[in-house]
């Protein structure tokens, strides 16, 4: 049936008749440019760090502590972010967000030393904390239901091609060998630093691209700005389905609660913003996700951070041809051999191609998921990923074949799928109101713990490495228990035809 002229059509039936098609897919690219830009300046340090360990001459200590700070700048500004993009706009936010990003991120390029590596990095952190939250903020307020689910899944594929790329990027640039001496600063400029621009460009590129895109149409109808929420969604209408054709929904309503009044004051206000989050009914789904958010940050993100110094560990062990060893006593040779070779600061060409391959699968492996999440339930899905990854780790290390070894790592890492289902759930649960920093705020809580994983991996890798995997993929499998207290999938009603 047909829109009755005057009639007041709610949001989500409004978005469902603006269509799937030309803008839907140009938004995910765009999302796509800001998660790489995200990706590349927060686990450039997983290429950097070792790759300038001899220039800046840096220890195992200060190099957990460079590798940890970006996370650490997220859990500082997030919550900020958040509270930015639910007052000031989400597209706002992300475009001064990613340059922050860039402009910082790329004067790293020049740090003399250490500390001032740490410090910029610490920065440009910052600056894309609340990036990956408010993407998928901009990208769900502006996506029809049917398809939400599954764009924002595929956030995650986006995430790791990402950090798959720039392991491919590594190869043929940190094995160059010029170097130019810049006498001001006293440092060269080499291969390293070449690859630390490279890395913070993505930023650029996503804020050029939200400059030519549009606001979220349901944080204006939010903020009371019903003219311009049905401006864009009568222009997401006319890119879908072509400028001939008339929208002809009128007036728009929003069904759930309004923004809070106004407070003065931004510290108040941010105050404001967050009470909600914390007291009924919203403090339920605001513990449960934070708790799942922490179990999956806390045991899966250290070890992608760690993935190209597990990799290359790997690999020289298999050069050597070492047999009959466990995947942590292949870790152990070559972290024991390491330490007769320190002048060697590169990282293993096949290593890298290695975790590209591991990356590029486990894309491809989160596209099948994200097509079938509707069939099978988004808590269904995100369950059988967190049980399956706790019991591949258990395992790990029962097996001396390095295949078999191999496998059940990728089946364990794979639990990082659920990144980006779980996040579907925040996306959905929350009001606009509050929804940006709802994202912001579980996801600062779960990268949180992701830091002080960071540092424990990292001990426990050289110090008591079947340890890690029994303690990480133990967690992990909890988690999967935790799920269950997710609520179900709720089906809308099909929208009338515009």
Request: net charge positive; with cysteine; proline share 4%.
């Amino acid at each position: 049936m047909g829109v009755v002229k005057g009639e007041k059509v709610s949001f989500e039936d409004a978005l469902n008749m603006t269509g799937f098609g030309k803008f839907n897919y140009l938004m995910l690219a765009l999302n796509g440019a800001i998660i790489m830009g995200m990706a590349f300046e927060i686990f450039s340090v997983s290429y950097l760090v070792p790759a300038s360990a001899c220039e800046l001459e840096t220890v195992s200590s200060q190099q957990g502590m460079m590798a940890g700070t970006p996370m650490f700048g997220i859990i500082v500004s997030s919550h900020f972010w958040g509270y930015m993009a639910d007052t000031k706009g989400r597209r706002r936010i992300l475009c001064w967000c990613l340059s922050l990003g860039f402009c910082t991120g790329a004067l790293a390029t020049l740090s003399p030393n250490w500390i001032v590596f740490t410090l910029l990095k610490f920065a440009s952190s910052c600056g894309v904390a609340g990036t990956y939250a408010l993407a998928l903020a901009l990208l769900s307020e502006c996506t029809p239901e049917r398809n939400r689910f599954t764009l924002i899944a595929l956030t995650s594929s986006i995430f790791l091609a990402s950090t798959g790329l720039m392991a491919v990027i590594s190869i043929p640039i940190l094995p160059l060998k010029f170097s130019y001496y810049i006498p001001y600063l006293n440092i060269h400029f080499n291969s390293w630093r070449l690859l630390n621009i490279i890395y913070s460009l993505p930023c650029a590129l996503g804020a050029l691209g939200l400059l030519l895109s549009h606001e979220s149409p349901k944080y204006f109808l939010s903020v009371g700005k019903e003219d311009k929420a049905l401006q864009v969604l009568r222009r997401i209408y006319a890119i879908n389905h072509g400028e001939e054709k008339e929208f002809k929904v009128k007036s728009v309503s929003l069904d759930e609660e309004s923004v809070a009044n106004k407070v003065q004051g931004i510290w108040s206000s941010i105050v404001s913003q967050t009470v909600p989050l914390l007291k009924p009914p919203l403090l339920r789904n605001t513990l449960l996700l934070s708790l799942l958010f922490v179990l999956v940050y806390f045991c899966l993100n250290p070890y992608m951070m760690w993935l190209p110094y597990v990799a290359d560990g790997i690999m020289r062990s298999m050069e050597r041809g070492e047999n009959n060893l466990t995947f942590c006593q292949m870790l152990q040779t070559s972290l024991d051999a390491s330490t007769e070779q320190t002048a060697d600061c590169g990282l293993n060409k096949t290593a890298m191609t290695m975790v590209f391959s591991i990356n590029l699968f486990l894309a491809i492996l989160n596209c099948v998921l994200s097509a079938i999440v509707n069939c099978c339930g988004r808590r269904t899905l995100l369950i059988s990923i967190q049980l399956f990854s706790g019991v591949a780790g258990l395992f790990i290390n029962l097996s001396t074949n390095w295949v078999l070894s191999l496998v059940l790592f990728i089946a364990f890492v794979s639990g990082v799928l659920n990144f980006g289902f779980l996040s579907t759930f925040s996306v959905d649960i929350f009001p606009t109101y509050v929804k940006a920093m709802a994202v912001c705020l579980t996801l600062m809580v779960g990268r949180g713990s992701s830091v002080l994983g960071i540092n424990i991996l990292k001990q426990l890798l050289v110090t008591n490495c079947e340890l890690s995997f029994y303690i990480f993929a133990g967690l992990t499998f909890v988690g999967g228990i935790i799920g269950f207290l997710l609520p179900a999938d709720v089906r809308r009603k099909k929208a009338p035809a515009p």
